[in-house]
Protein backbone atom coordinates (compact mmCIF):
# COMPACT_ATOMS: atom_id res chain seq x y z
CA UNK A 1 0.00 0.00 0.00
CA UNK A 2 2.71 2.49 1.12
CA UNK A 3 4.99 1.26 -1.58
CA UNK A 4 1.69 1.92 -4.33
CA UNK A 5 1.25 5.67 -2.90
CA UNK A 6 4.83 6.37 -3.42
CA UNK A 7 5.30 5.11 -6.86
CA UNK A 8 1.92 7.68 -7.82
CA UNK A 9 4.05 10.03 -6.59
CA UNK A 10 7.61 9.32 -7.38
CA UNK A 11 8.25 12.14 -9.53
CA UNK A 12 6.76 14.62 -7.02
CA UNK A 13 8.90 13.44 -4.47
CA UNK A 14 11.87 13.64 -6.81
CA UNK A 15 10.94 17.29 -7.71
CA UNK A 16 10.87 17.93 -4.01
CA UNK A 17 14.79 16.52 -3.92
CA UNK A 18 15.85 18.67 -6.70
CA UNK A 19 14.54 21.70 -4.78
CA UNK A 20 15.78 20.73 -1.48
CA UNK A 21 19.71 20.31 -3.33
CA UNK A 22 19.07 23.63 -5.28
CA UNK A 23 17.91 25.12 -2.01
CA UNK A 24 20.87 23.90 -0.27
CA UNK A 25 23.17 24.59 -3.33
CA UNK A 26 21.37 28.67 -3.41
CA UNK A 27 22.08 29.03 0.37
CA UNK A 28 25.99 27.87 -0.10
CA UNK A 29 26.54 30.51 -2.89
CA UNK A 30 24.46 33.31 -0.55
CA UNK A 31 27.15 32.44 2.14
CA UNK A 32 29.62 32.66 -0.68
CA UNK A 33 28.58 36.25 -1.46
CA UNK A 34 28.31 37.20 2.04
CA UNK A 35 32.12 36.00 2.57
CA UNK A 36 33.10 37.93 -0.61
CA UNK A 37 31.59 41.03 0.21
CA UNK A 38 32.63 41.33 3.82
CA UNK A 39 36.31 39.21 3.28
CA UNK A 40 37.37 36.31 5.48
CA UNK A 41 36.66 37.97 8.43
CA UNK A 42 33.13 36.72 8.50
CA UNK A 43 34.77 33.72 9.00
CA UNK A 44 36.41 31.53 11.88
CA UNK A 45 39.60 31.56 9.93
CA UNK A 46 42.32 33.79 10.36
CA UNK A 47 46.21 34.12 9.99
CA UNK A 48 46.80 31.29 12.51
CA UNK A 49 44.11 28.72 10.87
CA UNK A 50 44.10 29.80 7.22
CA UNK A 51 42.43 26.67 6.09
CA UNK A 52 39.11 25.96 8.12
CA UNK A 53 35.67 24.16 7.61
CA UNK A 54 34.95 25.01 4.05
CA UNK A 55 38.49 22.68 3.42
CA UNK A 56 37.13 19.94 5.55
CA UNK A 57 34.07 19.62 3.39
CA UNK A 58 36.46 19.86 0.30
CA UNK A 59 38.82 17.28 1.37
CA UNK A 60 35.99 15.23 2.43
CA UNK A 61 34.73 15.01 -1.21
CA UNK A 62 37.26 15.01 -3.37
CA UNK A 63 38.96 11.49 -0.79
CA UNK A 64 35.53 10.17 -1.17
CA UNK A 65 35.42 10.58 -5.19
CA UNK A 66 38.47 8.81 -5.75
CA UNK A 67 37.35 6.33 -3.26
CA UNK A 68 34.24 5.80 -4.63
CA UNK A 69 35.95 4.69 -7.72
CA UNK A 70 37.26 1.80 -6.77
CA UNK A 71 34.08 0.27 -6.72
CA UNK A 72 34.91 0.61 -10.65
CA UNK A 73 37.79 -0.08 -10.18
CA UNK A 74 37.13 -3.69 -8.79
CA UNK A 75 34.37 -4.44 -12.08
CA UNK A 76 37.26 -2.81 -15.19
CA UNK A 77 40.71 -3.74 -13.80
CA UNK A 78 40.06 -6.84 -11.71
CA UNK A 79 36.77 -8.24 -13.79
CA UNK A 80 34.35 -8.70 -10.48
CA UNK A 81 30.90 -8.91 -12.37
CA UNK A 82 28.88 -7.60 -8.83
CA UNK A 83 31.36 -4.71 -8.92
CA UNK A 84 30.88 -4.14 -12.81
CA UNK A 85 27.05 -3.83 -12.64
CA UNK A 86 28.56 -0.57 -10.23
CA UNK A 87 31.06 0.80 -12.18
CA UNK A 88 28.03 3.36 -13.55
CA UNK A 89 27.10 4.73 -10.24
CA UNK A 90 30.27 4.98 -9.19
CA UNK A 91 31.54 6.99 -11.64
CA UNK A 92 28.44 8.84 -11.73
CA UNK A 93 29.04 9.68 -7.84
CA UNK A 94 32.57 10.26 -8.24
CA UNK A 95 31.83 13.32 -10.80
CA UNK A 96 29.81 14.43 -8.40
CA UNK A 97 32.00 14.49 -5.18
CA UNK A 98 34.23 16.10 -7.27
CA UNK A 99 32.43 18.43 -8.53
CA UNK A 100 31.17 19.76 -4.86
CA UNK A 101 34.40 19.25 -3.47
CA UNK A 102 36.11 21.77 -6.10
CA UNK A 103 32.94 24.22 -5.73
CA UNK A 104 33.45 24.59 -2.40
CA UNK A 105 37.09 24.96 -2.75
CA UNK A 106 37.01 27.63 -5.42
CA UNK A 107 34.39 29.70 -3.89
CA UNK A 108 36.73 29.88 -0.36
CA UNK A 109 39.53 31.46 -2.13
CA UNK A 110 40.15 35.02 -1.23
CA UNK A 111 39.81 35.89 -4.81
CA UNK A 112 37.05 33.45 -6.38
CA UNK A 113 36.61 35.81 -9.43
CA UNK A 114 40.06 35.10 -10.35
CA UNK A 115 39.53 31.50 -10.65
CA UNK A 116 41.03 31.47 -14.26
CA UNK A 117 44.01 33.01 -13.03
CA UNK A 118 44.75 29.39 -11.91
CA UNK A 119 44.30 28.31 -15.64
CA UNK A 120 46.59 30.95 -17.34
CA UNK A 121 49.48 30.66 -15.11
CA UNK A 122 50.43 27.33 -14.16
CA UNK A 123 53.47 26.95 -11.83
CA UNK A 124 54.88 23.87 -12.36
CA UNK A 125 56.70 23.61 -8.86
CA UNK A 126 53.00 23.71 -7.01
CA UNK A 127 51.66 20.81 -6.02
CA UNK A 128 48.15 22.62 -5.50
CA UNK A 129 48.80 23.37 -9.71
CA UNK A 130 49.49 19.51 -10.37
CA UNK A 131 46.04 18.81 -8.62
CA UNK A 132 44.27 21.28 -10.76
CA UNK A 133 45.72 19.26 -13.92
CA UNK A 134 44.54 15.69 -11.92
CA UNK A 135 41.40 17.24 -11.23
CA UNK A 136 40.61 18.50 -15.25
CA UNK A 137 42.12 14.99 -15.62
CA UNK A 138 39.96 13.29 -13.96
CA UNK A 139 36.83 14.51 -14.93
CA UNK A 140 37.44 13.67 -18.49
CA UNK A 141 38.55 10.36 -17.93
CA UNK A 142 35.79 9.48 -15.51
CA UNK A 143 33.20 11.14 -18.39
CA UNK A 144 34.75 8.81 -21.47
CA UNK A 145 34.94 5.93 -19.08
CA UNK A 146 30.71 6.73 -18.48
CA UNK A 147 30.77 6.84 -21.80
CA UNK A 148 32.40 3.72 -22.94
CA UNK A 149 29.95 1.56 -19.72
CA UNK A 150 26.58 3.16 -21.05
CA UNK A 151 27.10 3.31 -24.82
CA UNK A 152 27.11 -0.77 -25.65
CA UNK A 153 29.25 0.67 -29.39
CA UNK A 154 32.08 2.12 -27.27
CA UNK A 155 32.01 -1.26 -24.46
CA UNK A 156 35.30 -2.74 -25.82
CA UNK A 157 36.90 0.57 -24.59
CA UNK A 158 35.44 0.39 -20.69
CA UNK A 159 38.35 -2.38 -19.61
CA UNK A 160 41.59 -0.07 -20.72
CA UNK A 161 39.76 3.27 -19.81
CA UNK A 162 38.78 1.61 -16.11
CA UNK A 163 42.37 1.08 -15.98
CA UNK A 164 43.38 4.79 -16.91
CA UNK A 165 40.96 5.63 -14.47
CA UNK A 166 42.43 3.42 -11.09
CA UNK A 167 45.71 4.80 -12.08
CA UNK A 168 44.60 8.23 -11.91
CA UNK A 169 42.78 8.71 -9.02
CA UNK A 170 45.28 6.87 -7.10
CA UNK A 171 47.40 9.39 -8.47
CA UNK A 172 45.10 12.29 -7.57
CA UNK A 173 44.46 11.10 -3.87
CA UNK A 174 48.47 10.86 -3.63
CA UNK A 175 48.31 14.57 -4.78
CA UNK A 176 45.54 15.32 -1.87
CA UNK A 177 47.96 14.05 0.73
CA UNK A 178 51.18 15.78 -0.82
CA UNK A 179 49.24 18.89 -0.37
CA UNK A 180 49.96 18.16 2.81
CA UNK A 181 52.55 16.08 2.77
CA UNK A 182 55.27 18.84 1.48
CA UNK A 183 54.39 21.10 3.88
CA UNK A 184 58.07 21.38 5.24
CA UNK A 185 57.87 23.09 8.74
CA UNK A 186 54.50 22.39 10.14
CA UNK A 187 54.39 19.23 12.91
CA UNK A 188 51.19 17.77 11.76
CA UNK A 189 52.14 17.21 7.84
CA UNK A 190 55.31 17.09 6.17
CA UNK A 191 55.09 13.14 6.16
CA UNK A 192 55.19 10.58 3.46
CA UNK A 193 53.04 8.55 5.33
CA UNK A 194 49.96 10.93 4.30
CA UNK A 195 50.02 10.10 0.28
CA UNK A 196 49.20 6.28 1.57
CA UNK A 197 46.97 7.30 4.10
CA UNK A 198 44.82 9.64 2.18
CA UNK A 199 44.50 6.85 -0.20
CA UNK A 200 43.22 4.16 2.31
CA UNK A 201 41.32 7.15 4.02
CA UNK A 202 39.56 7.30 0.27
CA UNK A 203 38.97 3.40 0.11
CA UNK A 204 36.52 3.59 3.24
CA UNK A 205 35.01 7.15 2.58
CA UNK A 206 34.28 6.20 -1.35
CA UNK A 207 32.93 3.19 -0.25
CA UNK A 208 30.62 3.98 2.40
CA UNK A 209 29.13 7.22 -0.15
CA UNK A 210 28.47 4.41 -2.19
CA UNK A 211 26.81 2.07 0.03
CA UNK A 212 24.57 5.04 1.23
CA UNK A 213 23.79 5.90 -2.03
CA UNK A 214 23.04 2.88 -3.61
CA UNK A 215 20.75 1.65 -0.67
CA UNK A 216 18.85 4.68 -1.16
CA UNK A 217 18.13 4.07 -4.49
CA UNK A 218 17.12 0.47 -4.17
CA UNK A 219 14.71 1.83 -1.77
CA UNK A 220 13.39 4.64 -4.28
CA UNK A 221 13.10 2.04 -6.51
CA UNK A 222 11.23 -0.84 -4.13
CA UNK A 223 14.35 -3.30 -4.98
CA UNK A 224 16.19 -5.26 -2.84
CA UNK A 225 20.13 -6.10 -2.87
CA UNK A 226 21.36 -9.36 -3.70
CA UNK A 227 22.24 -10.39 -0.29
CA UNK A 228 25.74 -12.18 -1.17
CA UNK A 229 26.34 -8.91 -2.76
CA UNK A 230 26.08 -6.54 0.06
CA UNK A 231 27.81 -9.12 2.04
CA UNK A 232 31.00 -9.03 -0.04
CA UNK A 233 30.92 -4.72 -0.09
CA UNK A 234 29.56 -4.61 3.75
CA UNK A 235 33.18 -6.85 4.51
CA UNK A 236 35.41 -4.71 1.77
CA UNK A 237 33.78 -1.70 3.83
CA UNK A 238 35.10 -2.98 6.92
CA UNK A 239 38.63 -4.24 5.70
CA UNK A 240 39.23 -0.80 4.11
CA UNK A 241 37.94 0.86 7.55
CA UNK A 242 40.34 -1.42 9.35
CA UNK A 243 43.19 -0.35 6.59
CA UNK A 244 42.72 3.65 7.53
CA UNK A 245 42.93 2.96 11.15
CA UNK A 246 46.50 1.33 10.70
CA UNK A 247 47.74 4.11 8.74
CA UNK A 248 46.37 6.80 11.02
CA UNK A 249 48.11 4.70 13.72
CA UNK A 250 51.22 4.75 11.84
CA UNK A 251 51.30 7.84 11.44
CA UNK A 252 50.43 8.93 14.93
CA UNK A 253 52.91 6.14 16.42
CA UNK A 254 55.91 7.59 14.17
CA UNK A 255 55.16 10.69 15.32
CA UNK A 256 55.41 9.89 18.99
CA UNK A 257 58.31 8.14 18.94
CA UNK A 258 60.22 10.93 17.56
CA UNK A 259 60.74 13.52 20.58
CA UNK A 260 60.51 16.78 18.69
CA UNK A 261 56.71 15.69 17.69
CA UNK A 262 55.79 14.54 20.67
CA UNK A 263 54.26 17.88 22.17
CA UNK A 264 52.34 17.55 19.04
CA UNK A 265 51.06 14.20 19.31
CA UNK A 266 50.24 15.03 22.79
CA UNK A 267 48.14 18.36 22.07
CA UNK A 268 46.10 16.17 19.45
CA UNK A 269 45.80 12.79 21.19
CA UNK A 270 45.34 14.34 24.97
CA UNK A 271 45.28 18.14 26.39
CA UNK A 272 44.27 20.09 22.96
CA UNK A 273 40.47 20.17 24.10
CA UNK A 274 37.93 19.40 21.36
CA UNK A 275 40.45 17.79 18.55
CA UNK A 276 41.07 14.77 21.43
CA UNK A 277 37.34 14.29 21.83
CA UNK A 278 36.82 14.59 17.87
CA UNK A 279 39.64 11.87 17.22
CA UNK A 280 38.52 9.47 19.47
CA UNK A 281 35.32 9.36 20.43
CA UNK A 282 34.55 10.92 16.49
CA UNK A 283 36.68 9.07 14.27
CA UNK A 284 38.16 6.17 16.66
CA UNK A 285 35.14 4.84 18.74
CA UNK A 286 32.14 6.17 16.15
CA UNK A 287 33.55 6.52 12.98
CA UNK A 288 35.63 3.11 13.34
CA UNK A 289 34.96 0.88 15.97
CA UNK A 290 31.28 0.76 15.90
CA UNK A 291 30.87 0.21 11.80
CA UNK A 292 33.39 -2.35 12.20
CA UNK A 293 30.43 -3.53 15.08
CA UNK A 294 27.90 -3.25 13.00
CA UNK A 295 29.62 -4.59 9.84
CA UNK A 296 30.98 -7.85 11.60
CA UNK A 297 29.71 -8.88 14.84
CA UNK A 298 27.45 -11.88 14.54
CA UNK A 299 23.45 -11.07 14.13
CA UNK A 300 24.57 -7.59 12.33
CA UNK A 301 25.49 -6.27 9.19
CA UNK A 302 21.98 -6.56 7.53
CA UNK A 303 21.30 -3.43 4.82
CA UNK A 304 19.94 -1.60 8.01
CA UNK A 305 23.45 -1.79 9.91
CA UNK A 306 25.60 -1.55 6.59
CA UNK A 307 23.97 1.98 5.92
CA UNK A 308 24.19 3.03 9.80
CA UNK A 309 28.15 2.09 9.78
CA UNK A 310 28.43 3.83 6.55
CA UNK A 311 27.15 6.84 7.57
CA UNK A 312 29.10 6.21 10.95
CA UNK A 313 32.50 6.29 8.76
CA UNK A 314 31.22 9.50 6.51
CA UNK A 315 30.81 11.25 10.31
CA UNK A 316 34.31 10.32 11.70
CA UNK A 317 35.61 11.01 8.65
CA UNK A 318 34.51 14.83 9.62
CA UNK A 319 35.65 14.48 12.83
CA UNK A 320 39.11 12.88 11.50
CA UNK A 321 39.71 15.95 8.82
CA UNK A 322 38.63 18.22 11.43
CA UNK A 323 41.38 17.40 13.60
CA UNK A 324 43.85 16.53 11.21
CA UNK A 325 43.57 20.00 9.08
CA UNK A 326 42.58 22.65 12.05
CA UNK A 327 44.04 20.98 14.80
CA UNK A 328 47.29 20.59 12.68
CA UNK A 329 47.25 24.24 12.08
CA UNK A 330 45.98 24.69 15.96
CA UNK A 331 49.11 24.28 17.40
CA UNK A 332 51.63 26.65 17.25
CA UNK A 333 54.34 26.46 14.41
CA UNK A 334 57.90 25.22 15.90
CA UNK A 335 59.71 28.41 14.89
CA UNK A 336 62.32 28.50 17.44
CA UNK A 337 63.38 25.26 19.05
CA UNK A 338 64.33 25.25 22.69
CA UNK A 339 62.99 28.35 23.42
CA UNK A 340 59.20 29.68 24.29
CA UNK A 341 58.00 32.16 22.05
CA UNK A 342 55.36 34.81 22.48
CA UNK A 343 54.55 37.92 20.35
CA UNK A 344 51.40 40.20 19.45
CA UNK A 345 50.97 37.46 16.12
CA UNK A 346 49.95 33.84 18.46
CA UNK A 347 53.53 32.71 18.52
CA UNK A 348 53.78 29.83 20.92
CA UNK A 349 49.99 29.72 21.53
CA UNK A 350 47.45 27.45 20.45
CA UNK A 351 45.12 29.02 17.71
CA UNK A 352 41.75 29.72 18.07
CA UNK A 353 39.07 28.78 15.35
CA UNK A 354 34.81 28.65 15.71
CA UNK A 355 33.68 27.91 12.48
CA UNK A 356 31.01 30.16 11.51
CA UNK A 357 27.78 29.92 9.79
CA UNK A 358 28.85 31.03 6.07
CA UNK A 359 31.47 28.71 5.79
CA UNK A 360 29.46 25.76 7.46
CA UNK A 361 27.25 26.58 4.58
CA UNK A 362 29.38 27.11 1.81
CA UNK A 363 30.60 23.45 2.61
CA UNK A 364 27.27 22.14 2.92
CA UNK A 365 26.44 23.94 -0.60
CA UNK A 366 29.29 21.74 -1.61
CA UNK A 367 27.50 18.71 -0.88
CA UNK A 368 24.25 20.25 -2.24
CA UNK A 369 26.09 20.30 -5.44
CA UNK A 370 27.15 16.92 -5.34
CA UNK A 371 23.73 15.80 -4.09
CA UNK A 372 21.57 17.46 -7.17
CA UNK A 373 24.03 16.42 -9.85
CA UNK A 374 24.09 12.74 -8.29
CA UNK A 375 20.30 12.64 -8.09
CA UNK A 376 19.60 14.21 -11.53
CA UNK A 377 22.04 11.88 -13.05
CA UNK A 378 20.96 8.53 -11.75
CA UNK A 379 17.40 9.33 -12.73
CA UNK A 380 18.67 10.53 -16.40
CA UNK A 381 21.03 7.35 -17.21
CA UNK A 382 20.54 4.17 -16.26
CA UNK A 383 22.82 3.31 -13.35
CA UNK A 384 20.71 1.25 -11.24
CA UNK A 385 23.06 -1.71 -10.67
CA UNK A 386 21.35 -4.64 -12.31
CA UNK A 387 22.97 -8.32 -10.76
CA UNK A 388 22.42 -10.97 -12.68
CA UNK A 389 21.94 -14.06 -11.02
CA UNK A 390 24.29 -15.89 -11.70
CA UNK A 391 26.86 -13.52 -10.65
CA UNK A 392 29.05 -14.82 -7.86
CA UNK A 393 32.81 -14.05 -8.54
CA UNK B 1 38.33 75.82 -55.60
CA UNK B 2 41.77 74.47 -56.03
CA UNK B 3 43.48 77.09 -53.57
CA UNK B 4 41.07 75.71 -51.11
CA UNK B 5 41.82 72.09 -51.28
CA UNK B 6 45.55 73.12 -51.37
CA UNK B 7 45.20 74.86 -47.78
CA UNK B 8 43.08 71.86 -47.02
CA UNK B 9 45.85 69.48 -47.55
CA UNK B 10 48.32 71.51 -46.03
CA UNK B 11 46.26 71.85 -42.84
CA UNK B 12 45.73 68.22 -42.51
CA UNK B 13 49.54 67.40 -43.22
CA UNK B 14 50.42 69.65 -40.21
CA UNK B 15 47.68 68.41 -38.42
CA UNK B 16 48.79 64.48 -38.53
CA UNK B 17 52.02 66.15 -37.96
CA UNK B 18 51.38 67.82 -35.14
CA UNK B 19 49.14 64.56 -33.63
CA UNK B 20 51.61 62.30 -34.31
CA UNK B 21 54.08 64.21 -32.08
CA UNK B 22 51.37 64.49 -29.33
CA UNK B 23 51.15 61.09 -29.68
CA UNK B 24 54.89 59.78 -29.49
CA UNK B 25 56.32 62.54 -27.33
CA UNK B 26 54.98 61.18 -23.49
CA UNK B 27 56.27 57.43 -24.66
CA UNK B 28 59.63 58.75 -25.86
CA UNK B 29 59.75 61.12 -22.26
CA UNK B 30 59.14 57.73 -20.75
CA UNK B 31 61.27 55.36 -22.39
CA UNK B 32 63.84 58.28 -21.30
CA UNK B 33 63.22 57.51 -18.17
CA UNK B 34 63.08 54.00 -18.54
CA UNK B 35 66.71 54.51 -19.74
CA UNK B 36 67.79 56.61 -16.96
CA UNK B 37 66.77 53.68 -14.44
CA UNK B 38 67.51 50.28 -16.29
CA UNK B 39 65.71 48.14 -14.82
CA UNK B 40 68.56 45.65 -15.26
CA UNK B 41 70.97 47.67 -13.02
CA UNK B 42 68.04 47.76 -9.89
CA UNK B 43 67.17 44.26 -10.02
CA UNK B 44 70.43 41.91 -10.15
CA UNK B 45 71.38 38.47 -9.22
CA UNK B 46 75.06 40.59 -8.08
CA UNK B 47 73.05 41.91 -5.29
CA UNK B 48 71.38 40.00 -2.31
CA UNK B 49 69.17 41.80 -0.08
CA UNK B 50 69.05 40.86 3.40
CA UNK B 51 69.60 41.99 7.09
CA UNK B 52 71.88 41.08 9.96
CA UNK B 53 69.72 41.37 13.54
CA UNK B 54 71.28 41.69 16.95
CA UNK B 55 69.01 40.58 18.88
CA UNK B 56 71.22 41.54 21.98
CA UNK B 57 70.55 45.17 20.59
CA UNK B 58 66.70 44.82 20.31
CA UNK B 59 65.53 46.50 23.72
CA UNK B 60 62.56 45.25 25.77
CA UNK B 61 60.15 47.86 25.36
CA UNK B 62 60.55 48.99 21.93
CA UNK B 63 58.06 48.29 18.80
CA UNK B 64 59.44 51.36 16.94
CA UNK B 65 60.37 48.53 13.99
CA UNK B 66 56.73 47.86 13.64
CA UNK B 67 55.20 51.02 14.23
CA UNK B 68 57.29 52.21 11.20
CA UNK B 69 56.72 49.18 8.67
CA UNK B 70 52.70 49.80 9.71
CA UNK B 71 52.99 53.73 8.97
CA UNK B 72 55.10 53.12 5.84
CA UNK B 73 53.33 50.11 4.30
CA UNK B 74 49.63 51.80 5.81
CA UNK B 75 48.91 48.72 7.79
CA UNK B 76 46.34 49.40 10.92
CA UNK B 77 48.80 48.25 13.57
CA UNK B 78 45.90 46.28 15.18
CA UNK B 79 46.96 42.69 16.46
CA UNK B 80 43.71 41.11 16.34
CA UNK B 81 44.18 37.49 14.90
CA UNK B 82 42.81 38.51 11.44
CA UNK B 83 44.89 41.69 11.14
CA UNK B 84 48.53 41.78 9.03
CA UNK B 85 51.34 41.68 10.94
CA UNK B 86 54.63 42.21 8.18
CA UNK B 87 57.01 42.40 11.25
CA UNK B 88 56.49 41.37 15.06
CA UNK B 89 58.80 41.75 18.04
CA UNK B 90 58.98 37.81 19.56
CA UNK B 91 60.07 37.55 23.00
CA UNK B 92 62.13 34.09 23.56
CA UNK B 93 63.07 32.44 26.05
CA UNK B 94 65.60 29.93 26.96
CA UNK B 95 63.75 26.67 27.85
CA UNK B 96 67.55 25.73 29.86
CA UNK B 97 68.95 28.67 31.04
CA UNK B 98 65.75 30.89 31.30
CA UNK B 99 67.34 33.92 29.44
CA UNK B 100 65.03 36.16 27.32
CA UNK B 101 65.47 37.48 23.90
CA UNK B 102 63.91 39.77 21.77
CA UNK B 103 63.96 40.27 18.01
CA UNK B 104 61.77 41.29 15.06
CA UNK B 105 60.47 38.82 13.27
CA UNK B 106 59.60 39.13 9.21
CA UNK B 107 59.21 37.51 6.25
CA UNK B 108 63.00 35.79 6.26
CA UNK B 109 63.25 36.40 2.31
CA UNK B 110 64.38 32.77 1.70
CA UNK B 111 66.97 31.77 -0.94
CA UNK B 112 64.69 28.76 -1.08
CA UNK B 113 61.37 30.12 -0.63
CA UNK B 114 58.92 27.25 0.04
CA UNK B 115 55.68 29.78 -0.44
CA UNK B 116 57.40 30.20 -3.66
CA UNK B 117 57.21 26.36 -4.48
CA UNK B 118 53.82 25.90 -3.94
CA UNK B 119 52.23 28.83 -5.01
CA UNK B 120 49.76 27.55 -7.74
CA UNK B 121 50.02 30.72 -9.93
CA UNK B 122 53.14 31.72 -9.34
CA UNK B 123 51.88 35.25 -7.70
CA UNK B 124 54.55 34.29 -5.19
CA UNK B 125 57.70 34.82 -6.54
CA UNK B 126 61.59 35.92 -5.63
CA UNK B 127 63.25 39.18 -7.68
CA UNK B 128 66.66 37.88 -8.62
CA UNK B 129 68.06 40.18 -5.93
CA UNK B 130 66.44 37.67 -3.25
CA UNK B 131 63.81 39.84 -2.30
CA UNK B 132 60.61 37.18 -2.01
CA UNK B 133 56.97 39.24 -3.23
CA UNK B 134 53.45 38.58 -3.36
CA UNK B 135 51.80 39.70 -7.06
CA UNK B 136 48.75 41.09 -5.96
CA UNK B 137 47.15 40.82 -9.58
CA UNK B 138 48.00 37.03 -9.89
CA UNK B 139 47.44 36.15 -6.03
CA UNK B 140 44.11 33.95 -5.99
CA UNK B 141 43.85 33.69 -1.89
CA UNK B 142 44.30 29.88 -1.44
CA UNK B 143 46.52 30.58 1.72
CA UNK B 144 48.94 27.40 0.09
CA UNK B 145 51.72 30.11 1.02
CA UNK B 146 50.81 30.34 4.17
CA UNK B 147 50.61 27.26 5.30
CA UNK B 148 54.17 26.22 3.84
CA UNK B 149 55.76 29.33 5.30
CA UNK B 150 58.05 28.16 8.25
CA UNK B 151 58.11 31.66 9.66
CA UNK B 152 54.55 32.50 10.04
CA UNK B 153 55.23 35.64 8.22
CA UNK B 154 52.70 36.13 5.88
CA UNK B 155 49.15 37.44 6.35
CA UNK B 156 45.93 37.24 4.77
CA UNK B 157 44.06 40.39 4.25
CA UNK B 158 40.93 39.40 6.06
CA UNK B 159 38.46 43.08 4.87
CA UNK B 160 38.02 45.81 3.51
CA UNK B 161 41.20 48.41 2.92
CA UNK B 162 40.64 51.94 3.23
CA UNK B 163 43.61 54.59 3.33
CA UNK B 164 46.49 52.43 1.30
CA UNK B 165 49.79 53.67 0.35
CA UNK B 166 50.09 54.48 -3.08
CA UNK B 167 54.03 52.70 -3.14
CA UNK B 168 52.50 49.49 -1.71
CA UNK B 169 49.54 48.17 -3.20
CA UNK B 170 47.47 45.73 -0.99
CA UNK B 171 44.24 44.07 -1.85
CA UNK B 172 41.33 42.25 0.15
CA UNK B 173 41.61 38.28 -0.29
CA UNK B 174 45.11 38.09 -1.47
CA UNK B 175 47.93 37.57 1.22
CA UNK B 176 50.84 39.91 1.70
CA UNK B 177 53.94 39.93 3.79
CA UNK B 178 57.35 41.80 4.61
CA UNK B 179 58.31 43.81 0.74
CA UNK B 180 62.17 44.40 2.62
CA UNK B 181 60.46 47.84 1.57
CA UNK B 182 61.07 47.45 -2.04
CA UNK B 183 59.65 50.90 -2.95
CA UNK B 184 62.18 52.06 -0.82
CA UNK B 185 65.55 49.94 -1.55
CA UNK B 186 64.74 50.57 -5.14
CA UNK B 187 65.18 54.10 -4.51
CA UNK B 188 68.15 53.66 -2.81
CA UNK B 189 66.93 54.11 0.14
CA UNK B 190 67.01 51.80 4.09
CA UNK B 191 63.79 49.64 4.88
CA UNK B 192 61.82 51.63 6.92
CA UNK B 193 62.25 49.41 10.15
CA UNK B 194 65.95 49.13 9.87
CA UNK B 195 65.59 53.35 9.94
CA UNK B 196 63.75 53.25 12.85
CA UNK B 197 65.87 51.24 15.07
CA UNK B 198 68.98 53.27 14.05
CA UNK B 199 66.30 56.32 14.80
CA UNK B 200 65.88 54.74 18.11
CA UNK B 201 69.31 54.40 19.04
CA UNK B 202 69.47 50.71 18.89
CA UNK B 203 71.02 49.75 16.03
CA UNK B 204 69.73 46.40 15.90
CA UNK B 205 68.59 45.85 12.31
CA UNK B 206 71.92 46.02 9.73
CA UNK B 207 70.65 45.84 6.39
CA UNK B 208 72.63 45.84 2.96
CA UNK B 209 73.44 43.59 0.20
CA UNK B 210 74.94 40.02 1.28
CA UNK B 211 76.73 39.45 -1.88
CA UNK B 212 79.39 42.37 -1.60
CA UNK B 213 82.08 41.50 0.44
CA UNK B 214 82.61 45.07 1.02
CA UNK B 215 79.54 45.58 2.77
CA UNK B 216 78.63 46.66 6.19
CA UNK B 217 76.49 43.42 6.51
CA UNK B 218 78.98 41.25 4.53
CA UNK B 219 81.81 42.39 7.14
CA UNK B 220 79.40 41.65 10.28
CA UNK B 221 78.52 38.31 9.36
CA UNK B 222 82.28 37.53 8.76
CA UNK B 223 83.51 38.76 11.37
CA UNK B 224 80.22 37.22 13.81
CA UNK B 225 78.84 34.19 14.99
CA UNK B 226 75.22 34.53 13.27
CA UNK B 227 72.09 32.55 13.21
CA UNK B 228 69.72 31.50 10.58
CA UNK B 229 66.37 30.56 12.48
CA UNK B 230 65.43 26.85 11.22
CA UNK B 231 68.68 26.62 9.31
CA UNK B 232 67.83 22.63 9.08
CA UNK B 233 65.45 23.48 6.67
CA UNK B 234 68.10 24.39 4.24
CA UNK B 235 66.33 27.76 3.28
CA UNK B 236 69.17 30.25 3.72
CA UNK B 237 67.21 33.10 4.65
CA UNK B 238 68.53 36.54 3.85
CA UNK B 239 67.54 37.20 7.10
CA UNK B 240 69.87 36.94 9.72
CA UNK B 241 70.45 36.62 13.58
CA UNK B 242 73.00 37.34 16.20
CA UNK B 243 72.87 37.01 20.00
CA UNK B 244 70.11 34.19 20.02
Partial sequence: MLAKSFARYETRYFYALVALGGLIVAMGLMAMHYMEEHGHIVTGMNNQIVWGMPHVFAIFMIVAASGVLNVASIGSVFSKA???????????????????????LMLDLGRPDRIIVAATHFNPTSV????????????????????????KRMNPWSAPLGFA?????????????????????????GSALLPPLFIALS?????????????????????????AILKRMKNLLGVFVIGSLYFVAAYHMTNLYFAKQTAFEHFILSSGGIYPVLFWAGYVVLGSLLPLLLIFLPGLGQIKCVVAASLLVILGSFALLYVFIIGGQAFPLSIFPGFAASSSFGDGQ?????????EILLGFGGLGVAFLITIVSVRVLDSLPHDLPSSKN | MSGTNLDRRGFLTKSSVAFAGLSIAPGMILFDLAQAHPLGDAVSSKVRWGMLIDSSKCESGCTDCVTACNTENGLSGGVKATDSQWIRKVELKDLRTGRTTFLPMLCQHCEQPPCVDVCPTAASFKRADGIVLVDKHLCIGCRYCMMACPYKARSFVHENLT????????????VESCTLCVHRVDKGQNTACADACSKAGHNAILFGNLNDPESEIAKRIRAVATTQIRADLGLNPGIQYEGI
Fill in chain 1, 82 to 104: PYKARAPLAGLLAIALLAGGLTV
Fill in chain 1, 128 to 151: FAWNIVLYSGMFTLVGLYLWTMLE
Fill in chain 1, 165 to 189: VFAWRIILTSGTGMIFAFLVARQAY
Fill in chain 1, 203 to 227: FAWGLAVFHVVQSAMYAWNSQTQDP
Fill in chain 1, 350 to 358: IGSYIPSCP
Fill in chain 2, 163 to 174: DQKTDVPRGKGT
